[in-house]
């Protein structure tokens, strides 16, 4: 069984996303999508989600693609992945080259 992890914000949910979230569950057995505490993603981009986290994790629930939410409370991936264990990480076009990027594509090798 293929376990697929795809963490993003998923503030303001939109067509894009829909779609990403379409092409991961075709290509994993079971999809896991982490969604950031309020707090996370203020510390990253520097102001609040629009959307709450509790709203957040309900509408990713809602998506039929979706198997599970993880939430998470720390800026960095490589603990998600070592709870979560995925066979494939998924990634947006925000995926960069910052600290927590770069260990989680190394933690995939």
């Known amino acids: 069984m293929i376990r ?3 963490p ?3 503030d303001l949910l939109h067509v894009g996303h829909l779609a990403a979230l379409r092409y991961a ?3 994993c057995d079971s999809l896991i999508v982490g969604v950031p505490s309020d707090d996370i993603v203020e510390e990253d981009k520097g102001f609040p989600p629009t959307i709450p986290h509790q709203e957040r994790i309900d509408m990713i629930l809602a998506v039929k693609w979706v198997d ?3 939430p998470y409370y720390r ?3 490589v603990s998600c992945m070592e709870t ?3 066979g494939v990480l ?4 925000t995926w960069g080259t910052k600290e927590r990027h770069v260990d989680a594509t190394e933690w995939m090798k």
């Open 68 to 70: 599970r939410v993880f």
């Open 75 to 77: 800026l960095e991936f």
């Open 8 to 10: 993003g914000v998923w």
């Open 90 to 93: 998924f990634i947006g076009d």
């Open 4 to 6: 697929g992890f795809y």
């Open 25 to 27: 569950c075709g290509r």
């Open 84 to 86: 979560v264990h995925p």
